[in-house]
């Protein structure tokens, strides 16, 4: 695992679960219609945030006319203000630590340590500067271009939208995956539709606070299956309260798997498009623990 000083353009590098990405005649089979599905959320003024985070926030730089010098020529620009992990985005690796004793074991009083590879660890306090996170930052997360299935357990449950702070259990996902006739395989990513764009759109904030999302049990389920990635359209992929993030814990500190959160899933789970060709570009921000991404699902 590098440390950010070696990260370089161009490079590109497996980064825990997730492959280099190469397109292949398999993925492309996954496209039947070439329909361009978005899954990304407006980013505006007001978007809930989680509580610790910046919110998100726009300034005019400049207005048209402003520069003379440009003349005949015109410019507009803008300054904005917010945290990784605004909006639709992903976590990197070094986003979420684990305290631990000296067995690796959970402990409240334990020192934090990081995903380093399977079965390893380090100190999170050895990989963090005034430049940010030295260990696993965003910038070393490659594309991500590979096979994505919906889970669409509102649907399946027959509501619009999950109770608020559901706990989608592995029951659930075996439910949703019969009735879809949907099948997850090695190096597939997984999106969870709890129907909580429907909160965040409207600003409110029991998409803050009272989250519906995984139990440990389902995220100990899908990963059985092989998936590498899971995401959501909740601001946290896995059910909160409880505020213990053990589903985190579990894909990221444990396994090297990331979530991608607060995506929008209403058309795909409309139009019942529950396999596609997914492709997420994050952005390579030296130092941060995620990135804000406009993920497509090409059906």
């Known amino acids: 695992m590098s440390d950010s000083t070696e990260i370089r353009a161009g490079k590109l590098a497996a980064y825990g679960a997730l492959p280099v990405p190469r397109l292949t005649p398999d993925l492309v089979s996954l496209i039947k ?110 594309p991500i271009v590979q096979r994505g299935v919906l889970l669409d357990v509102a649907g399946t449950l027959g509501v619009p939208v999950l109770p608020d702070a559901y706990q989608v259990t592995a029951a659930d996902i075996e439910a949703t995956l019969k009735k879809q006739k949907t099948e997850i395989r090695p190096q597939t990513a997984v999106l969870v539709r709890t129907g909580f764009y429907q909160h965040l759109a409207a600003g409110n904030l029991i998409s803050r606070d009272a989250i519906a999302g995984l139990n440990l049990e389902a995220a100990k389920t899908l990963h059985r299956f092989g998936m590498n990635l899971v995401g959501a359209d909740n601001m946290s992929v896995e059910a909160i309260p409880p505020l213990d993030h ?26 019942q498009v529950y396999e596609f060709l997914l492709i997420i570009t994050p952005l390579r921000l030296a130092g941060a623990t995620g990135s804000w991404v406009h993920p497509i699902a090409i059906s």
């Not at 004793?101 to 990081?114: F, H, M, R, S, Y």
């Not at 991608?260 to 789970?269: C, I």
């Open 246 to 271: 053990s589903v985190h814990r579990y894909f990221l500190v444990h396994n090297g798997i990331t979530h991608v959160e607060n995506l929008y899933l209403e058309e795909l789970a409309k139009e």
């Open 33 to 142: 219609t070439g329909t361009v599905h978005s899954l990304a959320v407006i980013y505006r003024e007001g978007i809930p945030v989680p509580g610790p985070m910046a919110p998100y926030t726009l300034h005019t730089r400049f207005r048209h006319g402003d520069i003379k010098v440009m003349a005949p020529a015109s410019a507009a620009a803008e300054a904005i203000t917010m945290s990784c992990h605004t909006g639709t985005h992903i976590d990197a690796l070094c986003h979420i630590g684990e305290a631990q004793d000296k067995n690796g074991n959970p402990d409240p009083a334990g020192e934090v340590k990081l995903y380093a590879g399977p079965g390893k660890t380090v100190a999170a306090a050895d990989k963090v500067d005034l430049n940010g996170q030295q260990h696993l930052s965003i910038a070393e997360m490659p």
